[in-house]
């Protein structure tokens, strides 16, 4: 099984796209770490010697080489980054319905047409795809982990960059509960969307309604993120616990979200995440041995896999381009909107990328 | 070879055909026609085992097809939508092949490339739609099949290559008593390639029979009445046409006691003039001629 042709082909694919993940995801974290790091040493002296000062208002503040580090804390910057993450969903969102009116043509019914056509026993597509995507999905995820020794976890989140940004909004986000408490309820969220998603396919594929599944862009790559997201639970959990972990105001620094995921939800999240996504795998295999062809041709033509990467490539690609240039560089008014032309750039340079990447596997679909 | 047994298909309200049979024999070309949804490759595509039928059978050697990987390994599929993969270069295509069929033969792929011409080292998306019909030909004959569904094979191809190809199908059968199913809208092609032809015409089977007994049999007559005649009555005809005070009539067969009968009828003058696989097409699938199911 593991010697076919097609699978030989879908794996260095999949092989070529985890690598590539990887290196955007550790440099995306250790960029992350770097900041965090310099930042929150800076904020622990500032906080030690002005206990009494308020911060807000705060746009500069000065480090011990008497550097000034900028800080957004002001309204309209903020507002700006909400407008920002919003217009990102939006356009995004409006990707996804011109990608998904203009590859709903015969190309991709042909391509299962021929699949199916060949001696080859119809599970094994499902099982190729699922070890593709899990290698995708979870490489990226383990090889960060270790790496930077913090999670993947982000890039699922960083889908919504509304929660990267508000980090920046003020350092008190750190400390007050409140806020920590919103993102944490986005933190559990997100993943959990994925899997309603999930199983929303699956009831839309037990009652036929195939294109109804791709409306909602649901399909099994959603079902995988699930259970990445659940993985990156388990290494959040072994973070914790091990001597490897990294400073506490630093991870809070960092990624907010995983801290206070990590200790108020990270069991019930864990073993929710796992078990679902592990039914769902194996529930979809049995209704993919089931189900006619003629539908699972065009719903594991995956195009719903290939709008869940370009919104996460278009969103990273993003977020990167955003804090590397908008942040380090220069933070002014104008600025801003320099940003927002590089992040676009950004954006779309990371979107052709990964749509050339995976072309390639969807081509073998 | 290959029995189709009361096939029915749906797709959702939509039924693509209807209780369709017949009986392929090894060693011959089938042809099998209809107008565009007729529902012709919905039944290559059952036969390759890519749908499952809603009712009936589908036997190749006494075995059903779907989910059959051994009986799937003895059929080749070509189809007028060849995309393959289309990021693929000719020659991984080729390997892929080699890989999926263990009865893949490299020096049949490359004798036949001699007589095509495909380059090897292109995409397959940088082919023309005919280069890519030839090169499916190609792959799929090199399986060296048992049976060879062909779905339009010689849309998009220049008249040289038609030939050509019509030629290595003549031989394929010839040699390696390979069975075909063809697929097309060029009658006169299927005329002089096919021994036998099936008519299709909303998913329901509205003619089928040998060529040679279409020619025996369904003719083509020329009479000139003394009067207007009615011919409702005579069961054999399949289509009445006039021109001038010319009858042109097409009877499903024609022998003495229908020649008699137009004869009652004021017939003066009955020609026999010849008739194409074409014209026995468009007639059995005009009104009338659909009521009509031959033998």
Redesign the interface.
Known sequence: MLT???FI?QLKYALIISAVISIITCSYSLNESYDARIITNDLIEYFEGNTNENLHGISYYVNNEGKEIPYINDMFEYKMFSIISASSIIISVGIMIFLFISYRD??YK??A??L???????EYFYIYKILCFFIVVTVPIILTAFITKTTFKPIIISISPYLNLLEYVSPENFYFELKNDIISELNLFIPNLFLIFAILNLLIVISGRIYTAYCIFAGMPLTILAFASGIANFIDLYLQNSDIRINIINRQFIFPTIYISSTQYIEKNVIFNFIISFVLIVIGFFLYKKS???NLGKLFTINCFNYILYIAAFLMGGVIFFRIILFKVDLNGSSIFSGIFIMLIGSFLSLIITKTLI??II??E | MLKINKITKK?DDVKALDNVSAYIKKGTIHGLIGENGAGKTTLL?IV?????QDDGKILINNEPVY?N??I??K?G?V?D???????YKVKEIV??FA???KTFSKDKFNALNKILNVPDNKRINQLSKGTKMRLSLMLNMSINPELLLLDEPTSGLDPIAKKEIIDMLIDEVEKNKCTILISSHHLSELEKLCDDITILNHGKVTYQSSIESIKNNVKKLQVLFEFEPNLSDVNEILKVEKLGSIYYIITKKYNEEIKEKLIQKGAKLIEEVGISLEEIFIYTNSKKGSEYNAD
């Open positions: 076919n042709p097609l082909r015969e190309k042909n391509t047409s021929f199916y056509s060949l001696p080859m026993p119809r006619k062809p003629e072309s390639k081509n073998i | 797709f595509q390759s085992g890519i749908y499952r989910e990987n051994k799937k390994s059929i599929y189809t939508n060849n995309q393959f993969f289309p990021y390997a892929f890989g999926i069929y």
